[in-house]
Structure formats: C-alpha cells, structure tokens
C-alpha cells in the first residue's frame, strides 16, 4: 500500500523549496543527488511512490520519476527507457 499522501507532501515541499531558491546553490548533479536522497528514504522507509513525489518535477530536476536515473530529456517526467514508446513502464532499479 502507498502512502499517497506522503508522497504528494513531498512533492508540494521539492516544489517550494524550487520556487524559494533553495536548490539553485547546489550544483546540478548534488542538486539531483538531494532529490533522490529525499525519493528513496521516503519510498524505502515511509512507503511512498516515487512517481507521485516527482510528479511534475522530473524535468525540473532531470531525474526520471521511474526508475530515478538521471536524464536530459524526459517524456511526462519519464525517461527513454522508462517511456518505453509504448511498451509500458519498466519497474524502478534497485540499488
């Protein structure tokens, strides 16, 4: 079961805290580094769903929202890979 409504919390906070600056002192690779510190201890230890916590946001931060890797281009927050033209979403690596 997903904690749906931690992971649109933390959505609502990595939008903030983009809007408020915050991320625009750390170079972009820390910066995505952050992120996906924040994705897999809410995903690892509180349930939630990486898609919904990045939702909107993969752009932004140039981390797809699957499989959480991090990409230049993104389709619908979605890498390549992961957009799979058509084949449907891949399931998110372990790490």
């Known amino acids: 079961m997903s904690n749906h409504g931690g992971g649109y919390l933390l959505n609502d906070v990595l ?7 915050v991320f625009q ?15 897999d201890l809410a995903c690892e ?24 890797e991090p990409a230049e281009e993104l389709v619908d927050d979605l890498c390549r890979a992961c957009s799979g033209e058509g084949r449907g979403r891949r399931l998110r690596k372990a790490r």
């Open 45 to 68: 230890e509180h349930g939630c769903d990486p898609g919904e916590i990045l939702d909107g946001l993969g752009q932004r931060f140039g981390i797809c929202s699957c499989c959480l």
């Open 15 to 21: 939008r903030l805290m983009d809007e408020h600056l």
């Open 25 to 39: 002192a750390l170079a972009e690779n820390r910066r995505r580094e952050v992120v996906r510190e924040v994705v």
